[in-house]
């Protein structure tokens, strides 16, 4: 299996609501990562996770709270979004040492927020 | 301070022609570059590594440390390969660094 999968593939959710995005891998990589991308433009990195811990955070807003249960599990929950947070999540892994090893990335969740 | 410039937004070339997709870094270490594509609707996908000199879908990319540069290229451009090209540099930490982009568009 050398996908990453990521579900639901669209969400549509309102400012109140609470909902979680959900991405899987299994490929043995250590790394996993959350990134936003808007239209037409590069993924802007959200968070990265070495090892099932939280290794960075680009100062990501607090509505946004990441979660990794387990090495192949990888979890973005969402709360009191606003509508400039729509936009395609993007969820990556990569094996965790050097070596060149390059980041392979989901299909996305295409999010909107009403 | 590790960046990536892909100074064309936008490139046009007709089929058949030759393409180069400029990439420029800057990094202190060794870098590890990468070239990444997203077709239409689809996910965003490796094309190329530096560490790899390989030729994929007949692109060929160069790392030139002494202009800090990963230039992509291709002899002869097909309709196909339309699409979004982002060089990415890989940094420390596991921090990936992508370019803005290039749009190419191949005109039949």
């Known amino acids: 299996d050398t996908e990453v999968t990521q579900t639901p593939k669209h969400l549509v959710m309102g400012m109140t609501n609470k909902k979680s995005l959900k991405c899987e891998q299994h490929m043995g990589h250590r790394a996993m990562y959350w990134y936003k991308q808007k239209a037409k433009k590069p993924p802007e990195l959200m968070f990265v996770?070495?090892?099932?811990?939280?290794?960075i955070n680009e100062s990501v807003p607090s509505r946004f709270s990441p979660e990794c249960p387990n090495s192949s599990l990888l979890n973005l929950h969402l709360h009191a979004l606003q509508p400039e947070d729509s936009a395609l999540y993007l969820c990556?892994?990569?094996?965790?040492?050097?070596?060149?090893?390059?980041?392979?990335f989901g299909d996305g969740t295409r999010l909107s927020i009403l | 301070a590790q960046r990536v410039t892909q100074p064309e937004k936008l490139l046009s070339v007709f089929k058949g022609a030759p393409v180069e997709l400029k990439c420029n870094y800057s990094y202190s270490g060794s870098p590890e570059l990468f070239w990444y594509v997203q077709y239409s609707r689809q996910r965003l996908q490796l094309l190329l590594r530096h560490i790899s000199r390989e030729s994929i879908k007949g692109f060929t990319a160069d790392l030139n440390k002494g202009e800090t540069s990963f230039h992509l290229k291709k002899p002869f451009a097909q309709e196909e390969d339309s699409a979004m090209y982002y060089c990415a540099l890989r940094g420390p930490g596991n921090q990936f660094y992508f370019g803005t982009g290039t749009s190419l568009t191949v005109i039949p």
């Open positions: 990556a892994s990569s094996q965790d040492s050097g070596g060149y090893q390059p980041q392979h």
């Open positions: 996770y070495s090892y099932e811990k939280l290794s």
